[in-house]
Nanobody
Framework: QVQLVESGGGLVQAGGSLRLRCAAS????????MGWFRQAPGKEREFVSL????????LYADSVKGRFTMSRDNAKNTADLQMNTLRPEDTAVYYC???????????????WGQGTQVTVSS
């Protein structure tokens, strides 16, 4: 059984930075992708970024491109999301997820963490 645990959320002022971590357990990943998604109050969950576990290739939503950087550590089974120049509109619960294919759609991800709150004050 795969378990994903997010950490690193918190309250930060606009322009600040946070680093989220997703720790995976239960199996060793090879060909999967790991994604970060977020959900703001009253809005649908949306794609933020993803990374290929094998090659380390990344993909970002236009809204975070140039500000967020995703990385992974295969040995530790962790994936980080470095978030810089945060904006109030980045406020959301952030979830990590694991899927089998290179995709941004939520339906393609089988395993999900419980989420971590990120709040950016103006």
């Amino acid at each position: 059984q795969v378990q994903l645990v997010e950490s690193g959320g918190g309250l930060v002022q606009a322009g600040g930075s946070l680093r989220l971590r997703c720790a995976a357990s239960g199996r060793t990943f090879s060909r999967e992708v790991m994604g970060w998604f977020r959900q703001a109050p009253g809005k649908e969950r949306e794609f933020v970024s993803l990374i290929s576990w094998r090659r380390g290739n990344t993909l970002y939503a236009d809204s975070v491109k140039g500000r967020f950087t995703m990385s992974r550590d295969n040995a530790k089974n962790t994936a980080d999301l470095q978030m810089n120049t945060l904006r109030p509109e980045d406020t959301a619960v952030y979830y990590c997820a694991v899927g089998d294919i290179w995709a941004t759609k939520i339906d393609n991800y089988r395993y999900w963490g419980q989420g971590t709150q990120v709040t950016v004050s103006s």
